[in-house]
């Protein structure tokens, strides 16, 4: 199948092409208007505008993040029956990596994704309802834990799973005490004013591999050294129960763990509602619906008290 045959028409982010090419975003960052009674201050909504992310801390009890540290190991442990396709082993060994569908595997997990500190913020940002795009628990075992590659979360939702625009927020509830040791999340602040159209072909059932290493729709070694020369390299560290909002093009990625200390996180990817999935921009067909929530039913309704 040739480029032209499987490129969406109406692209604003044209990707997957022979050669790599740099684009401005043409979307806003922050889409609605601050005010006084708004669920972040003008400081953070800034910061978040500026770098792209934005660090939150102590938003939950400890009784909270207890809670959801014990559903995190009950959902790992072999006993919860998850469903097979949810489940993403290590490259190398049957350890789980990743658990998707992470609100319909876990009801501790479902009013999470809901609660009001979280998701109340993203709508803020959004200035729209939103519904959840993907979700996910990661782990990163001690010792053996791989590293998960520099790339735009934007890039392959718009590639593979055919989102529209940049007006999309991931949530990453850390579940570990995170640190620069045991591989956190890295972030380039400020990657997310530009989009880096990436070179090569979409394979078919491409995601089968790239859940497990990711190769396509990546940056150059090129392309990220000039992004990390211009905007440096963050990483995103804290307590357990840590949230950390970032723009779905912000150029992040994590390095291996080979630290006895585990490292996991709960993951949410929030879409505005009128920014909901059509055909893949440079696919042949949309990754399955445990990638890319493809008929939501209504937007999430966002929950407040503790998580009980």
């Not at 022979?18 to 003008?42: C, I, N, Y």
């Not at 620069?180 to 880096?196: E, R, T, V």
């Amino acid at each position: 199948m040739t480029l032209s045959a499987v490129h969406n028409t109406g692209d604003a982010y044209p990707t997957r092409l022979p050669e790599e090419s740099w684009l401005e975003r043409q979307d806003p960052v922050f889409w609605g208007k601050w005010s006084p009674q708004a669920p972040l201050t003008r400081a953070e909504t800034e910061s978040f505008e500026k770098n792209g992310f934005l660090i939150l801390r102590d938003l939950f009890s400890e009784a909270e993040v207890e809670k959801l540290k014990a559903e995190s190991a009950r959902l790992r442990s072999g006993e919860a029956e998850l469903s097979s396709e949810n489940v993403i082993t290590e490259p190398d060994s049957d350890a789980v990596r990743t658990v998707f569908r992470l609100d319909t595997e876990s009801a501790v997990f479902d009013r999470l994704a809901r609660d009001e500190r979280v998701a109340g913020k993203v709508k803020f940002l959004l200035d729209e309802d939103v519904y959840l795009h993907q979700s996910r628990l990661n782990y990163k075992p001690g010792f053996t834990g791989k590293e998960f590659y520099w790339h735009s979360d934007f890039e392959t939702w718009h590639a593979e799973d055919g989102m529209p625009r940049m007006r999309a927020i991931s949530a990453s509830i850390l579940l570990t005490d995170n640190d620069a040791l045991n591989g956190p999340l890295m972030l380039m602040p400020g990657s997310h004013k530009h989009f880096i159209a990436c070179a090569g072909e979409t394979p078919g059932d491409n995601y089968k591999s790239s859940l497990k290493k990711q190769e396509i729709g990546v940056p150059s070694h090129e392309a990220l050294t000039k992004m990390a020369d211009e905007f440096g390299i963050e990483y995103a560290s804290g307590k357990a129960g840590t949230v950390i909002l970032f723009e779905c093009n912000t150029i992040h990625g994590s390095n291996g763990n080979i630290t006895p200390f585990p490292r996991s996180n709960a993951f949410f990817v929030y879409n505005a509602w009128s920014n909901r999935v059509t055909e893949p921009f440079a696919a042949d067909k949309p990754r399955p619906a445990f990638l890319s929530e493809r008929d939501p039913k209504g937007p999430i309704t966002i929950e407040s008290g503790e998580i009980s």
